[in-house]
């Protein structure tokens, strides 16, 4: 807290007061924001095993598919992973057209997915 204080009020950035209290966040907010970004990378972690790209692996992290969660569906119904992966997030978007699916409708990654949730179970 000291060297935060040094680095606000006494660097050379030319900081107004009034500014840093508009721009600021109250520590609650901090650390909510820091905690999700924490469990968001250590989630982002137990899906480096799987053989899809890093961007399909950023889809299924922002659409919170985690490996305990993939592993849970897949053990209810192997059918039902690929559905929650390919359908859209709303059930009202289902029937609609040009509706982007939860995660992707590729079949190889899908496959892939698959594969992967089935050789973990």
Do not use: W
Not at 45 to 60: G, H
Not at 100 to 112: A, F, I, Q, S, Y
């Amino acid at each position: 807290m000291v060297t935060m204080c040094r680095i606000l009020f006494r660097s050379p950035l030319n900081l107004s007061v009034e500014r840093l209290v508009d721009c600021s966040v109250s520590s609650k907010e901090f650390m909510q924001g820091m905690q999700s970004a924490h469990k968001a990378k250590s989630c982002k972690s137990t899906l480096q095993r799987m053989p899809i790209s890093e961007s399909m692996k950023d889809k299924l992290r922002k659409a919170r598919f985690y490996l305990g969660t993939i592993k849970e569906i897949f053990k209810c119904s192997n059918k039902g992973l690929l559905v929650m992966v390919a359908l859209p997030s709303s059930y009202k978007e289902i029937c609609h057209s040009n509706v982007k699916p939860r995660v992707t409708r590729n079949l190889k990654v899908l496959t892939e997915i698959f594969n992967f949730s089935h050789a973990a179970h």
